[in-house]
Nanobody, 124 residues
Framework: VQLQASGGGLVQAGGSLRLSCATSGRSFSTDMLGWFRQAPGKDREFVAAIYRSGRLTSYADSVKGRFTISRPNAEITVHLQMNNLNGDDTAVYYC??????????????????WGQGTLVTVSS
């Protein structure tokens, strides 16, 4: 499975960005698609995840109510709509994919496939 993330950039605090992740390389869908981020000097952390066509979703507390994960065509692409961004959101954002159940959706070690990352910079 190949993952290609896009949509990062520079935005002012309070602004919005929409990240996208396109998947390819398999004839069947992956069950779980997730977004993680890593700020300079920090560990990679969970942001959001979506199971199959959106039946189940999960968000980190820090982004709940501001970010929305969606999977409009069920298998191919996942989006992360990010609103009301602040400086703490500055990071490289990675999309990830795996098969299996919704359990441990927040654990990066459970994900087998990773995209290359896209940088989000929020200026104050």
């Amino acid at each position: 499975v190949q993952l290609q993330a896009s949509g990062g950039g520079l935005v002012q605090a309070g602004g919005s960005l929409r990240l996208s992740c396109a998947t390819s390389g398999r004839s069947f869908s992956t069950d779980m698609l997730g977004w993680f981020r890593q700020a300079p000097g920090k560990d990679r952390e969970f942001v959001a995840a979506i199971y199959r066509s959106g039946r189940l979703t999960s968000y980190a507390d820090s982004v709940k109510g501001r970010f929305t994960i969606s999977r409009p065509n069920a298998e191919i692409t996942v989006h992360l709509q990010m609103n009301n961004l602040n400086g703490d959101d500055t990071a490289v954002y990675y999309c990830a994919a795996r098969d299996g159940s919704f359990q441990r959706a927040r654990d990066p070690h459970e994900y087998a496939y990773w995209g290359q990352g896209t940088l989000v910079t929020v200026s104050s």
